[in-house]
């Protein structure tokens, strides 16, 4: 006889943080569509990260790395490809002759100039449709999970069970969906 398996999640509420994945990867489907029809070729949504923190007059490899929590092997990659594709370039920094500043290029800001707009009309959208109130209670609520820390979930959790409340009471399972 072959045992039956099933999902152990099935009975609990839909993970929100499959929720919010699948709803940054659905904005970052638009944003390198937006990309590709604007003829940006081999820029993509991941490359975000370095296109939010760079100053317009540029900022050391590093630096960037440190802004985006990312290492810095990982940044320079980002940043020679983006280098070879034209979107950014690398330049001695003037107050340090032994320092380069990685700035954006003409394509680069343009990447960023579609970006924003994307975003625009995803923010209005939204406002539109959940309202502009639940909207910023929305970010503050997502801006209190970005830092928190997991020792924070595990209290949490504690204090819950030995209060005797249920993590799935009134909502909607995987079983439901």
């Not at 970010?139 to 979930?153: F, H, K, M, N």
């Amino acid at each position: 006889m072959v045992k039956d398996f099933t999902n152990p999640l099935r009975e609990r509420p839909l993970p929100l943080g499959s929720l919010l994945s699948s709803t940054a990867q659905h904005l970052l489907g638009g944003l390198d569509d937006a990309l590709a029809r604007a003829g940006l070729a081999g820029i993509r949504s991941a490359h975000a990260p370095l296109f939010l923190v760079i100053d317009p007059e540029g900022t050391r490899s590093s630096e960037l790395a440190r802004r985006t929590s990312m290492t810095k092997q990982a940044m320079g990659e980002q940043v020679r490809h983006l280098e070879k594709l034209g979107y950014v370039e690398v330049v001695p920094d003037p107050t340090d002759g032994r320092a380069r500043l990685v700035r954006l290029t003409d394509s680069g800001r343009q990447g960023v100039e579609i970006a924003e707009s994307v975003i625009t009309r995803f923010d209005a959208w939204l406002d539109d449709r959940l309202g502009a109130e639940t909207v910023a209670e929305l970010r503050a609520t997502l801006g209190q999970i970005l830092v928190s820390e997991p020792a924070e979930w595990d209290a949490a959790s504690a204090r819950n069970e030995a209060a005797g409340e249920s993590p799935t009471e009134g909502k909607q399972t995987l079983g439901d969906a």
